[in-house]
């Protein structure tokens, strides 16, 4: 880790803060075993993210040996015999794909060689043969048999990704396409054909798909014949005729998919208004849907379990860290995987947000979660800014929040346009000179912190990470004094040497979001922070992954010279061992003290003076 430590700018006297207790570890992905006895998962309990196994009735879990790299998923082969695990060496973008026993034994890389990262689309039934998407300049969409390791290459093509295959091997499901346009093809494997699927609308993304239960059809998640995405089902037999709706709702987007083993029925994750999740059950045969509840305000990971009378997934909320839960629908009853977890070791502890909406400069309805700190306001403020853009923020888990929060700082978490959730003209709003928009949405966001007194005027900041963390670097230089400080993590400062740098497959998928480097080089160049650097004159704290091959690590090292320069105070900290994630918990505990210490001091927050 280096760090470049900023001259203070005045000099206080020592005071006493409340001490923040560091995070919890958090468990996710489960992956359960086909008999439903046993759950495999990844914690970061041990400091790294790695698979550990528990049977469902056992106190104790087991740790699987899995070398110093993190694992990112985890997945259960149909027999039983084999966890296929994607690990991201050095916490680099590139991901690899390894398999092992479930006793820990006979553990070997099966994908993901060399400069190609891997990732799994899962299991043909019944044996050991698993669908992978190997992605270096192009995308490969490979079966790798887990026994022998043997690798057979189905298609290449540009922005390729592997969704599924027939359980004879017959034909595949490929997605297709840059951010935000994406649609799906049917591949022949035999002869190499491929169609495309589905009607091209002209908008709208396609993102998940998969064959049906008899491989007659094709079920797949997309917005492009909605404004919120829906789940609708493709008739191979009779493709001229329009896909059949099978779950959509008006008040919530469709979010994720998961089938049981035998295609029968769906667990449908639905996002409604704000971020909050919403988990159902629907029978694809007679299409009767029906909710279940849910452990916690955001729910991810889910999956069938035992046959598909359980479902598996993972659970979080404001004060309720990430772990893995088990819900039997039938029963109408949940417990976590984990005896210990909950309030039991979280203590409850922690302030729930309160959804606030507002308006745009240009009307455009915005909304975002404010954190309070206890007593009356105004308070001094920060304004976090997720990453993607095409993310969320949710009320989930954030001890970066609470432990701001405790240090009697405000925060305000907002979706500007570009955020995920909010359907699919506020995901695009964003894309090419949309931006200026988003960078003017953050502007719109501190006016109304302080018109409505939650923000103390001069004491209003600024951080995000990956595309948050160019929002902030954007907002400081595109409206100066309107923020005393900002912490950019991750983030790009000049989209010339972002496309030059990034993996060439993220270059690739980045233009229908952000402009092509050639044909749109003058929007990117007036976009780039970079090219008004000079604007730049509060404190401004540069976080980045050394491994970062996403948003490289040059993209913070050039603000920091650039600011050097001028001799405007910054804080450049490199995190070794990392990528564009902080995988390893103390490398994201230093990120987090860093980010509040900064913040508090700069933005001058009142603390109690020891006695």
Same mark, same amino acid.
């Given at each position: 880790?280096?760090?470049?430590?900023?001259?203070?700018?005045?000099?206080?006297?020592?005071?006493?803060?409340?001490?923040?207790?560091?995070?919890?570890?958090?468990?996710?992905?489960?992956?359960?075993?086909?008999?439903?006895?046993?759950?495999?998962?990844?914690?970061?309990?041990?400091?790294? @993210?790695?698979? !550990?196994? *528990?049977?469902?009735?056992?106190?104790?879990?087991?740790?699987?040996?899995?070398?110093?790299?993190?694992?990112?998923?985890?997945?259960?082969?149909?027999?039983?015999?084999?966890?296929?695990?994607?690990?991201?060496?050095?916490?680099?973008?590139?991901?690899?794909?390894?398999?092992?026993?479930?006793?820990?034994?006979?553990?070997?890389?099966?994908?993901?060689?060399?400069?190609?990262?891997?990732?799994?689309?899962?299991?043909?039934?019944?044996?050991?043969?698993?669908?992978?998407?190997?992605?270096?300049?192009?995308?490969?969409?490979?079966?790798?048999?887990?026994?022998?390791?043997?690798?057979?290459?189905?298609?290449?093509?540009?922005?390729?990704?592997?969704?599924?295959?027939?359980?004879?091997?017959? $034909?595949?499901?490929?997605?297709?396409?840059?951010?935000?346009?994406?649609?799906?093809?049917?591949?022949?494997?035999?002869?190499?054909?491929?169609?495309?699927?589905?009607?091209?609308?002209?908008?709208?993304?396609?993102?998940?798909?998969?064959?049906?239960?008899?491989?007659?059809?094709?079920?797949?998640?997309?917005?492009?014949?909605?404004?919120?995405?829906?789940?609708?089902?493709?008739?191979?037999?009779?493709?001229?005729?329009?896909?059949?709706?099978?779950?959509?709702?008006?008040?919530?987007?469709?979010?994720?998919?998961?089938?049981?083993?035998?295609?029968?029925?769906?667990?449908?994750?639905?996002?409604?208004?704000?971020? *909050?999740?919403?988990?159902?059950?629907?029978?694809?045969?007679?299409?009767?849907q029906r909710a279940v509840a849910a452990p916690g305000e955001v729910l991810d990971d889910v999956v069938f379990a035992a046959g598909g009378d359980r479902l598996c997934l993972t659970a979080q909320g404001p004060v309720q860290p990430r772990e893995v839960w088990l819900?039997? @629908?039938?029963?109408?009853?949940?417990?976590?995987?984990?005896?210990?977890?909950?309030?039991?070791?979280?203590?409850?502890?922690?302030?729930?947000?309160?959804?606030?909406?507002?308006?745009?400069?240009?009307?455009?309805?915005?909304?975002?979660?404010?954190?309070?700190?206890?007593?009356?306001?105004? !308070?001094?403020?920060?304004?976090?800014?997720?990453?993607?853009?095409?993310?969320?923020?949710? @009320?989930?888990?954030?001890?970066?929040?609470?432990?701001?929060?405790?240090?009697?700082?405000?925060?305000?978490?907002?979706?500007?346009?570009?955020?995920?959730?909010?359907?699919?003209?506020?995901?695009? $709003?964003?894309?090419?000179?949309?931006?200026?928009?988003?960078?003017?949405?953050?502007?719109?966001?501190?006016?109304?912190?302080?018109?409505?007194?939650?923000?103390?005027?001069?004491?209003?900041?600024?951080?995000?990470?990956?595309?948050?963390?160019?929002?902030?670097?954007?907002?400081?230089?595109?409206?100066?004094?309107?923020?005393?400080?900002?912490?950019?993590?991750?983030?790009?400062?000049?989209?010339?040497?972002?496309?030059?740098?990034?993996?060439?497959?993220?270059?690739?998928?980045?233009?229908?979001?952000?402009?092509?480097?050639?044909?749109?080089?003058?929007?990117?160049?007036?976009?780039?922070?970079?090219?008004?650097?000079?604007?730049?004159?509060?404190?401004?704290?540069?976080?980045?992954?050394?491994?970062?091959?996403?948003?490289?690590?040059?993209?913070?090292?050039?603000?920091?010279?650039?600011?050097? $320069?001028?001799?405007?105070?910054?804080?450049?900290?490199?995190?070794?061992?990392?990528?564009?994630?902080?995988?390893?918990?103390?490398?994201?505990?230093?990120?987090?003290?860093?980010?509040?210490? !900064?913040?508090?001091?700069?933005?001058?927050?009142?603390?109690?003076?020891?006695?």
């Amino acid at each position: 880790m280096s760090v470049r430590t900023e001259v203070p700018r005045r000099t206080r006297p020592a005071r006493h803060r409340p001490a923040v207790t560091p995070p919890p570890g958090q468990d996710f992905a489960p992956a359960p075993s086909p008999d439903g006895r046993r759950v495999a998962y990844v914690s970061d309990r041990a400091g790294t @993210p790695a698979v !550990w196994v *528990r049977d469902v009735d056992a106190a104790e879990a087991v740790a699987l040996p899995g070398g110093d790299e993190p694992v990112l998923a985890v997945s259960w082969s149909p027999d039983g015999q084999w966890l296929a695990c994607v690990v991201a060496p050095g916490g680099a973008p590139r991901t690899e794909l390894w398999v092992l026993r479930p006793d820990g034994t006979q553990r070997r890389q099966v994908a993901g060689f060399g400069r190609r990262s891997a990732a799994l689309a899962g299991w043909l039934p019944g044996g050991a043969l698993m669908a992978v998407t190997e992605t270096a300049e192009r995308g490969a969409a490979v079966l790798v048999d887990a026994d022998t390791g043997h690798r057979r290459v189905l298609a290449e093509d540009d922005l390729l990704t592997l969704l599924d295959v027939t359980p004879d091997g017959g $034909a595949a499901l490929l997605r297709r396409g840059p951010r935000n346009a994406r649609w799906l093809e049917l591949l022949d494997v035999a002869t190499g054909d491929r169609v495309r699927l589905l009607p091209d609308t002209g908008r709208g993304s396609t993102d998940q798909g998969w064959f049906g239960s008899d491989g007659t059809s094709v079920l797949a998640r997309t917005d492009a014949f909605s404004e919120l995405a829906a789940l609708v089902r493709v008739d191979l037999t009779r493709q001229a005729l329009p896909p059949t709706r099978l779950a959509a709702r008006p008040d919530a987007e469709l979010e994720h998919v998961a089938l049981s083993a035998d295609r029968r029925r769906a667990a449908l994750l639905w996002n409604t208004y704000g971020g *909050r999740s919403e988990l159902s059950l629907l029978d694809l045969a007679s299409g009767v849907q029906r909710a279940v509840a849910a452990p916690g305000e955001v729910l991810d990971d889910v999956v069938f379990a035992a046959g598909g009378d359980r479902l598996c997934l993972t659970a979080q909320g404001p004060v309720q860290p990430r772990e893995v839960w088990l819900v039997d @629908p039938a029963a109408g009853t949940q417990r976590p995987l984990r005896p210990d977890t909950g309030a039991a070791r979280t203590g409850g502890s922690g302030v729930a947000p309160q959804l606030v909406d507002l308006r745009a400069r240009d009307g455009l309805p915005l909304s975002g979660w404010l954190y309070r700190p206890p007593g009356p306001g105004p !308070w001094p403020t920060a304004i976090s800014l997720h990453g993607g853009p095409e993310a969320q923020e949710r @009320p989930g888990y954030n001890p970066l929040f609470q432990a701001l929060v405790a240090q009697g700082v405000a925060v305000f978490a907002p979706n500007v346009r570009g955020s995920s959730g909010f359907g699919r003209s506020f995901v695009a $709003a964003d894309n090419l000179a949309g931006r200026y928009g988003a960078i003017a949405d953050v502007a719109a966001c501190a006016e109304h912190l302080l018109d409505s007194g939650v923000a103390r005027p001069g004491q209003l900041g600024c951080l995000g990470r990956s595309y948050g963390g160019y929002l902030v670097l954007a907002v400081l230089v595109n409206f100066p004094g309107l923020f005393a400080a900002g912490v950019a993590e991750c983030g790009i400062s000049d989209f010339h040497t972002f496309y030059s740098g990034t993996e060439p497959w993220i270059a690739a998928a980045a233009v229908s979001k952000y402009g092509d480097p050639v044909r749109d080089a003058d929007l990117l160049r007036d976009l780039s922070p970079m090219t008004h650097i000079d604007r730049l004159d509060v404190p401004v704290l540069l976080i980045h992954g050394a491994n970062d091959t996403n948003v490289p690590a040059g993209e913070s090292a050039q603000v920091a010279r650039a600011l050097a $320069a001028r001799d405007v105070p910054h804080g450049h900290l490199v995190l070794t061992g990392e990528g564009h994630d902080f995988l390893a918990r103390d490398n994201a505990e230093t990120a987090r003290t860093a980010t509040t210490a !900064w913040l508090t001091r700069h933005l001058a927050v009142p603390a109690v003076t020891r006695g």
